[in-house]
C-alpha cells in the first residue's frame, strides 16, 4: 500500500466496504499525529508515554491486508478496521492505561489505514500510536461529567 491510496483502491485491496454516498475517488489524507475518526482517537505514543504500556497480558499480532476490527460502533453498528500491507504493521492489546480509554498500540512502518463504512477511510503515517475510545463532556452546558463517544 502507499501513501497516495484513494477510498475506491483502498477498499479495493482490503475487501472492506463503505457507504455509497462516500466519494470513492477522494484522495485518504495521511495524516501525522493526533486524528480521530467517529469514537476512534490515534494518539502518537510520545504522548501518552508513562500513562498507556504493554502489560503480561498484551499479545501482538500482525495487522493484515483484511484488518482487525478495532471497535464496532455504539449498539453493534459498523466496525474500525485497522489494514496494513502484511507484516508491515503490528498491533498490541489488551494494553495497560491509567485511562481506561486505550485499546491498544500500533506500530507501523509504513503507512496504515483505519477503515469505517461511514466515515471512509484516514491513514496514519509510520511511528508507534496509542489507538483508543474518545470520550467527551456529558450533556448540558455546565457538566462536569465525560462519556464515551457514541458512533
Known sequence: MNSNMTLSAL???TGLDVFDHLDQE???PVIDGLQAQGDL???PFDMLAGIVGT????RTE???LSGIELLRSAAGGNPHSLVADGGTCTWSSPVLDRRGLALG???NSVTAYLVHP???ATGITPGRYVIGRQRERGRG???STTQLVAD
Do not use: R
Request: hydrophobic residues 35%; aromatic residues 0%.
Open 141 to 143: 452546558d455546565h457538566s
Open 118 to 120: 461511514e466515515h471512509g
Open 26 to 28: 477522494i484522495s485518504v
Open 55 to 58: 502489560g503480561q497480558q498484551t
Open 105 to 107: 498500540i500500533l506500530d
Open 41 to 43: 482517537i490515534v494518539v
Open 62 to 64: 500482525t495487522v493484515p
Open 11 to 13: 477498499t479495493t485491496l
